[in-house]
């Protein structure tokens, strides 16, 4: 029943999802921390930043952000992220379009939960002198941070099935291959039914595992 | 988030601080921004040709854009009418009182939520393919839909299902004590009422289904604002730049005005004195959209 699984490497199209995941992840976890901090800042210029990046990127399809990665950003203005194939052209740009979408929706999820930190604390911290960094930094992000674990983790769990996204610019990952196996075997349901267990089986895990450790880091109150 | 938690009132210190540091980001902008507009001209992409074609001539907006445009708020607004009375359907049918109604569509819901919407655009695709006879014309459109309208129906039954919780207890136990019976009680009292509730909600929904239509442009053939970009471009000589930030544009346009209008109304609703106070808050929707995770009664009314 199986055996037209031969020939094609379904576990390295998912390793592809996976590492495009990850990468991302850890990109969008950066440029997201820097947003928040831009949006929450005193200086009415990098908030301004900040709300405009946040809006515009939100409202941008996530497929036109990729396919213009790769038609605008690569073949019309020669941006290769210093790769030197196709192959790790595409899948940098993959990563850099996921992650600039993907770093919005970290910065709102960041934003409310700094808002969670008691506003007692950060005036305590202000009071004993902490600049407006060193109470970012000790104070409010530590905590923020594990406030919203949870929202962290829909953002990440988005971000998986959005990986599938980098099918339009020819990274081999699994939505990929599962247009690419349609399109030769004349089984459709099969077929579908693996891809969909897949994501099924890097989805659901890291809901519940993350959901655990949200609720074991949350800060008490 | 008050302004004033995080940081005080500048004195003179502050103030200096704060204008050097803006000359810094400033500059720091003026760096990228020089940059991307010198690598633009470098490829020629600044021309005013390249630009033209979208401000003076209305051909652009006639052939390519309005068309696509069209497409993508048709198969929204399709998918968007059909996911949700079937949305209604399974919310409703998670809050049974019966184990295996909820079972059951307690499974189809997290099973369509855990799935991308684009494996869904492309088993509905082959399916129509060879399973029916649409024809080859409009099967990227019915394979866009399709895929939308499992993923959102999914979603929305979420929304329902937090919208019908979201109402004070007091309006079924009223409804109880002046006889109602249980699916009395559904009909005419909380239905109605978790529609109000939930209607900012949806309308951020339907922003995440104006972006998900243009998968079908890039990947299905389907002939949305996403897929005017190519055959723009050849048109008007080589102009991607200038097609890509038009059809953004349009897209952030049309997708900020949804926001906003969601915002609004949901301003509204918890302001409004007629109402129970039972909102679904446009913040709510991305959780929704996550398998596993599920609102509680406490979830919802502490927002």
Same mark, same amino acid.
């Given at each position: 029943?199986?055996?037209?699984?031969?020939?094609?490497?379904?576990?390295?199209?998912?390793? @592809?999802?996976?590492?495009?995941?990850?990468?991302?992840?850890?990109?969008?976890? @950066?440029?997201?921390?820097?947003?928040?901090?831009?949006?929450?800042?005193?200086?009415?210029?990098?908030?301004?930043?900040?709300?405009?990046?946040?809006?515009?990127?939100?409202?941008?399809?996530?497929?036109?952000?990729?396919?213009?990665?790769?038609?605008?950003?690569?073949?019309?203005?020669?941006?290769?992220?210093?790769?030197?194939?196709?192959?790790?052209?595409?899948?940098?740009?993959?990563?850099?379009?996921?992650?600039?979408?993907?770093?919005?929706?970290?910065?709102?999820?960041?934003?409310?939960?700094?808002?969670?930190?008691?506003?007692?604390?950060?005036?305590?911290?202000?009071?004993?002198?902490?600049?407006?960094?060193?109470?970012?930094?000790?104070?409010?992000?530590?905590?923020?941070?594990?406030?919203?674990?949870?929202?962290?983790?829909?953002?990440?769990?988005?971000?998986?099935?959005?990986?599938?996204?980098?099918?339009?610019?020819?990274?081999?990952?699994?939505?990929?291959?599962?247009?690419?196996?349609?399109?030769?075997?004349?089984?459709?349901?099969?077929?579908?039914?693996?891809?969909?267990?897949?994501?099924?089986?890097?989805?659901?895990?890291?809901?519940?595992?993350?959901?655990?450790?949200?609720?074991?880091?949350?800060?008490?109150? | 988030?008050?302004?004033?938690?995080?940081?005080?009132?500048?004195?003179?210190? !502050?103030?200096?601080?704060?204008?050097?540091?803006?000359?810094?980001?400033?500059? =720091?902008?003026?760096?990228?921004?020089?940059?991307?507009?010198?690598?633009?001209?470098?490829?020629?992409?600044?021309?005013?040709?390249?630009?033209?074609?979208?401000?003076?001539?209305?051909?652009?907006?006639?052939?390519?854009?309005?068309?696509?445009?069209?497409?993508?708020?048709?198969?929204?607004?399709?998918?968007?009418?059909?996911?949700?009375?079937?949305?209604?359907?399974?919310?409703?049918?998670?809050?049974?009182?019966?184990?295996?109604?909820?079972?059951? !569509?307690?499974?189809?819901?997290?099973?369509?939520?855990?799935?991308?919407?684009?494996?869904?655009?492309?088993?509905?695709?082959?399916?129509? =393919?060879?399973?029916?006879?649409?024809?080859?014309?409009?099967?990227?459109?019915?394979?866009?839909?399709?895929?939308?309208?499992?993923?959102? =129906?999914?979603?929305?039954?979420?929304?329902?299902?937090?919208?019908?919780?979201?109402?004070?207890?007091?309006?079924?136990?009223?409804a109880?004590?002046?006889?109602m019976?249980?699916?009395q009680v559904m009909r005419h009292v909380l239905l109605p009422?978790?529609?109000?509730?939930?209607?900012?909600?949806?309308?951020?929904?339907?922003?995440?289904?104006?972006?998900?239509?243009?998968?079908?442009?890039?990947?299905?053939?389907?002939?949305?604002?996403? !897929?005017?970009?190519?055959?723009?471009?050849?048109?008007?000589?080589?102009?991607?730049?200038?097609?890509?930030?038009?059809? !953004?544009?349009?897209?952030?346009?049309?997708?900020?005005?949804?926001?906003?209008?969601?915002?609004?109304?949901?301003?509204?609703?918890?302001?409004?004195?007629?109402?129970?106070?039972?909102?679904?808050?446009?913040?709510?929707?991305?959780?929704?959209?996550?398998?596993?995770?599920?609102?509680?009664?406490?979830?919802?009314?502490?927002?």
């Amino acid at each position: 029943m199986f055996d037209f699984l031969e020939g094609y490497d379904l576990l390295g199209a998912f390793w @592809v999802t996976v590492q495009l995941t990850l990468y991302s992840a850890a990109g969008a976890l @950066v440029w997201g921390t820097v947003l928040a901090a831009m949006r929450v800042s005193p200086l009415p210029l990098m908030r301004g930043f900040g709300t405009a990046y946040v809006n515009v990127v939100r409202n941008i399809p996530l497929t036109v952000i990729i396919v213009f990665t790769s038609l605008g950003l690569f073949q019309t203005l020669g941006v290769s992220l210093g790769a030197e194939d196709f192959t790790t052209v595409n899948f940098r740009l993959a990563v850099l379009g996921l992650t600039a979408y993907t770093s919005a929706f970290v910065c709102e999820a960041l934003r409310s939960g700094i808002n969670t930190v008691p506003a007692g604390q950060i005036e305590a911290a202000r009071a004993i002198g902490l600049t407006f960094f060193q109470v970012l930094r000790l104070i409010v992000l530590p905590q923020a941070f594990r406030s919203v674990v949870g929202p962290l983790t829909n953002v990440l769990i988005a971000l998986t099935k959005n990986t599938t996204v980098a099918a339009a610019i020819g990274v081999a990952e699994a939505a990929a291959l599962m247009r690419e196996m349609i399109e030769n075997e004349a089984q459709l349901i099969l077929i579908s039914a693996i891809f969909a267990f897949g994501f099924i089986c890097l989805t659901l895990p890291t809901g519940l595992l993350l959901g655990w450790v949200s609720k074991k880091v949350s800060v008490k109150r | 988030m008050k302004p004033t938690t995080l940081y005080d009132v500048p004195g003179p210190r !502050a103030k200096r601080h704060n204008v050097l540091l803006t000359v810094g980001f400033l500059a =720091a902008l003026g760096v990228l921004v020089w940059w991307v507009v010198q690598s633009l001209a470098d490829k020629n992409q600044l021309e005013w040709d390249k630009w033209r074609p979208f401000f003076t001539d209305s051909g652009a907006w006639e052939t390519y854009l309005l068309p696509g445009l069209e497409n993508t708020l048709v198969a929204a607004s399709l998918a968007m009418v059909i996911a949700l009375p079937l949305g209604a359907l399974f919310g409703i049918a998670r809050l049974s009182e019966h184990r295996w109604t909820r079972g059951a !569509a307690g499974t189809v819901v997290e099973f369509f939520r855990a799935i991308p919407v684009l494996i869904l655009m492309l088993f509905a695709n082959a399916a129509y =393919a060879e399973f029916t006879d649409v024809s080859p014309d409009s099967r990227p459109l019915y394979a866009v839909v399709t895929g939308l309208v499992l993923y959102n =129906a999914s979603v929305l039954a979420e929304i329902v299902r937090a919208g019908i919780l979201s109402l004070p207890q007091g309006q079924t136990d009223a409804a109880k004590a002046i006889g109602m019976r249980k699916n009395q009680v559904m009909r005419h009292v909380l239905l109605p009422q978790s529609v109000t509730a939930m209607l900012p909600a949806i309308v951020s929904q339907l922003v995440v289904i104006v972006k998900d239509t243009a998968l079908g442009g890039a990947l299905l053939g389907f002939s949305e604002l996403l !897929a005017s970009v190519r055959p723009m471009s050849a048109n008007y000589g080589a102009n991607t730049i200038a097609s890509f930030t038009v059809v !953004a544009v349009i897209f952030v346009v049309v997708n900020f005005a949804l926001t906003s209008f969601a915002s609004w109304l949901e301003g509204r609703l918890r302001r409004g004195r007629r109402s129970t106070g039972a909102v679904v808050g446009v913040g709510v929707v991305e959780e929704l959209a996550t398998p596993g995770e599920h609102l509680g009664r406490d979830d919802i009314e502490g927002r």
